[in-house]
């Protein structure tokens, strides 16, 4: 199964069962997923870990 299908379900069920307010969660869920890759390769990993 692509990527981008999975995307399309994801916002298809959002429009048939009316569950806008999960954007905002996924969204910020995949942000601070990337924050954190971000965060093991680089040399400012120390300060960005004390935020969390």
């Given at each position: 199964m692509s990527k981008?299908?999975?995307i399309?379900?994801?916002f298809?069920?959002?429009k048939e069962q009316k569950k806008w307010w999960?954007?905002?969660?996924v969204v910020l869920?995949?942000?601070i997923g990337l924050v954190?890759?971000?965060a093991k390769s680089s040399p400012l990993a120390p300060f960005i870990y004390t935020l969390f």
């Open positions: 981008i299908r999975i399309s379900q994801y298809a069920f959002l999960l954007i905002p969660v869920i995949i942000f954190l890759v971000f």
